[in-house]
């Protein structure tokens, strides 16, 4: 008898921290952003620096839009924020 198994595709960037404590609001991850680009811009690790910037911007766009909202955001609710229209964001009611 077969058994049935459950595959799962992960985000790799919702990943990033594993064994680690995940954030509980906005202000921590944005703080943590921050003190890692600083770390990534001495060490020249520009990529890096590119990556964190782009998802500061996010966060604190997220945070303009949503000023009464303190938890961490995850990528998707980043990307629906900025892309509302896009299929993966739009709501139908029934």
Same mark, same amino acid.
């Given at each position: 008898?077969?058994?049935?198994?459950?595959? =799962?595709? /992960?985000?790799?960037?919702? =990943?990033?921290? /594993?064994?680690?404590?995940?954030?509980?609001?906005?202000?921590?991850?944005?703080?943590?952003?921050?003190?890692?680009?600083?770390?990534?811009?001495?060490?020249?690790?520009?990529?890096? /620096?590119?990556?964190?910037?782009?998802?500061?911007?996010?966060?604190?766009? =997220?945070?303009?839009?949503?000023?009464?909202?303190?938890?961490?955001?995850?990528?998707?609710?980043?990307?629906?924020?900025?892309?509302?229209?896009?299929?993966?964001?739009?709501?139908?009611?029934?």
């Amino acid at each position: 008898m077969a058994q049935s198994r459950q595959r =799962y595709i /992960v985000c790799k960037s919702t =990943y990033d921290g /594993v064994g680690q404590d995940p954030m509980k609001t906005i202000d921590e991850h944005i703080q943590k952003d921050q003190s890692e680009i600083q770390t990534a811009k001495a060490h020249g690790d520009n990529a890096k /620096v590119r990556h964190l910037t782009e998802e500061l911007n996010s966060l604190q766009e =997220y945070k303009d839009h949503h000023p009464e909202d303190k938890h961490d955001p995850n990528t998707l609710e980043l990307f629906c924020d900025a892309n509302p229209d896009e299929p993966e964001c739009l709501v139908y009611d029934d």
